[in-house]
């Protein structure tokens, strides 16, 4: 962890922001110490309704992936037909 005095960063402060991306960063003001942290970037949940599972980026991923092959010719879709369902799903 690096720590510095508040007049130390004042005089750069965008090179200890950059610092604080690969470690801890400290700046002490008197007797109060503040920690710089980086804050995670939060994906948006794609979900009118508010859907957790469209709050995960890899699942908003693999359907981007999905589409992608779709579009391109690589996978067809398959029609479910009665004969099919009962050798799949034994129905």
């Not at 720590?3 to 090179?15: D, E, G, K, M, Q």
């Not at 009118?48 to 991923?61: E, Q």
Request: overall charge positive; glycine content about 4%; proline content about 9%.
């Amino acid at each position: 962890m690096t720590t510095v005095s508040s007049r130390v960063f004042l005089a750069n402060p965008i090179h200890y922001f950059n610092l604080a991306n690969s470690e801890s960063v400290a700046i002490k003001r008197g007797k109060m110490t503040y920690r710089i942290m980086p804050e995670p970037a939060k994906f948006e949940n794609i979900s009118p309704s508010g859907d957790p599972f469209w709050a995960d980026p890899r699942n908003v991923a693999e359907l981007e992936r999905r589409i992608k092959r779709r579009r391109e010719g690589i996978e067809i879709p398959v029609r479910l037909t009665p004969e099919l369902k009962k050798e799949l799903l034994g129905i």
